[in-house]
């Protein structure tokens, strides 16, 4: 399995992303197949390598991830707890599955790595807030 320096690892030490590798189990998902439910127990966070994933609550759809390095699920990474949205995959959707806790404990081996992961992360929900308030707007 790669992982290419996508959105989430660019920059990023390659001996780092290579471990995250090592921890990931790469999944192929059919059209329409539910990857996780909003209140399931948030253990894993994902990274999409190709294809398309819906996220919603309810009816409403929250979010289409849709680039390559893209992540989700990332209730498992704010100790959130539960996923507060689904996800479901669209067609030939390819996905990394990453543990919380095996990728934290790597994360605290690594300051700079950590930082830019939170760095990546926060320009991640920029742009999702971008879209919902453009998506929403008069």
Request: proline share 1%; aromatic share 10%.
């Amino acid at each position: 399995m790669h992982l290419a320096q996508g959105n989430l690892f660019w920059g990023m030490d390659i001996e780092f992303v290579k471990q995250v590798t090592e921890l990931a189990e790469n999944v192929q998902c059919k059209d329409g197949e539910k990857i996780f439910d909003v209140g399931d127990q948030a253990e894993h966070f994902y990274v999409l390598l190709k294809g398309r994933v819906i996220m919603e609550r309810g009816k409403d759809k929250w979010h289409t991830v849709e680039h390559p390095g893209e992540m989700f699920g990332w209730s498992a990474l704010i100790h959130r707890g539960n996923y507060a949205a689904s996800a479901t995959s669209g067609i030939d959707t390819e996905i990394l599955k990453i543990g919380r806790k095996p990728f934290l404990d790597l994360l605290e081996e690594s300051a700079e790595n950590k930082a830019l992961l939170f760095e990546h992360f926060a320009k991640m929900l920029g742009d999702q807030l971008l879209e919902v308030y453009s998506s929403i707007s008069c």
